[in-house]
Structure formats: C-alpha cells, structure tokens
C-alpha cells in the first residue's frame, strides 16, 4: 500500500542554518506529494505541494522537489528562523480525484536564536 | 484569513459514553475529512464526505462512527460507544476543490477516553 517516511525528530537548529527533512514515500503511480506544517496550537497547514514528476513546490522559501527515480519529497530552506519552528509533515495522495491523504508520522523542528 | 474552527478543543468521556466532536467548515468550501492522530503515531484518514455522502472511508471507521452535516455550516463526528484506544487528537478539514489542492485543517479536538 501506499505510505510515507520521514526522518525522526526532533531536529534543532540554529538560526539561519539550513534545513533538510528527508521524506520518502511508497506508491502505486504518481501520487501527489505535500508538505504540511503544523505551528504550535494550530491546525496543519498545506505548505506546498508537487503533482508531478520534477515539479518544484515552493513557499515562504521552502522548497522541495518531487524526485521519482529516488521516490523522495525532501523538504529544504536555505536559512530557518525561530518561527519556523513546527512539526512538519510529508504527505501523499493517489493522484485520482478527491483521494485522502496519506501522512508520515511528523518531524518536529526546533529553532534557536 | 478563513478558518476551519473545531469544538471542543478537549473532550474527556468515559468508556462507552457516546461524543460528538464538532466543526465549522469553511463557508465555501464543499469537501470535508476528519482525520486522527493517536499521541505519537501518524495522521490517520477516517472519512471524506461530498455532496451530503460520504466519498471514501478508512477501516478505522467502522459502524460505531458517523459523520452529518446537519444544517450546512457544522460538520459532526459521531463516535456512538467509545473505548480506550478512540483517545486521539481529531483534525476536521476542509478544502474549496478536494485533495490536490490542499486542505485547510482545524486546530483538533483532543479525545480523552477513560
């Protein structure tokens, strides 16, 4: 079936450190993969997404990039900031229709200044 | 910006006690989830639900639960006999066109089941 891994947390950082979050996912097909973020006290929010193969999404300067042959979604910013801190989240979903989204377990992200 | 707001944010019940966990969509959104979390564990699909049905469902939600959208703003979640491993954080969730375009999710309610 289809599933996600993320890397364990938590992972704390310095200030303006980069920042990689490996994802990689199992699936029948193309799925669609996402990045969800989930800020203290708060709902998950879609912080972006890839429908395709090589697609790049992007946002608030995270980036990942959709890598078939390596079935990888890694999550990266070039300089984090305190309020990034957050629990992380690699999703996929069968890329069909209103299909549900399939989650690894979260990477919880530690900020310092 | 438009919130999905969940209600109430923790809900202890005893054992067999039925709860109904409640959420506000998004006014114009048209497709609903409820998903869980149990502490430590991943997000689980339970439900989707379109046009006033349910679209798909998962193995965790079997005959003891239920979903209604009783009068077109709340969107309810109905566990009718609960037990101990029901205890988990529940996110409801909305989204304008399904899935690939991204969910907004509520804030959760925390189940408690003693």
């Known amino acids: 079936g289809n599933s996600v891994t993320q890397m364990e947390g938590p992972v704390t950082l310095s200030e303006e450190a980069f920042l990689t979050i490996n994802c990689t996912y199992t699936a029948t097909g193309y799925p669609s993969l996402f990045w969800y973020v989930q ?26 990039t959709y890598r078939k042959e390596t079935t990888s979604f890694h999550l990266e910013k070039g300089s984090v900031q305190v309020s990034d801190s957050a629990v992380y989240f690699c999703a996929l979903s069968r890329n069909s229709g209103n299909t549900p989204l399939v989650f690894g377990k979260g990477t919880r992200l530690s900020v310092i200044a | 910006e438009p919130e999905v707001t969940q209600t109430p944010s923790h ?47 998962s193995e965790i939600f079997d005959d003891q639960f239920s979903v209604e959208r009783p009068d077109g703003s709340n969107f309810t979640l109905k566990i009718r006999s609960t037990k101990l491993e029901d205890s988990a954080m529940y996110f409801c969730a909305s989204s304008e066109q399904g899935t690939n375009y991204g969910y907004t999710f509520g804030s959760g309610t925390r189940l408690t089941v003693v």
């Open chain 1, 39 to 64: 800020y203290p006290g708060e709902g998950l929010q879609l912080l972006l997404k890839a429908t395709k193969a090589d697609d790049k999404g992007s946002n608030k300067g995270f980036e990942a």
């Open chain 2, 11 to 57: 809900q202890v019940t005893q054992m067999g006690q039925e709860v109904i966990l409640r959420c506000v969509p998004i006014s114009n959104h048209l497709y609903f989830y409820w998903y869980r979390q149990i502490l430590g564990q991943k997000v689980e699909f339970l439900v989707s639900f379109y046009n006033n049905e349910i679209s798909e469902k």
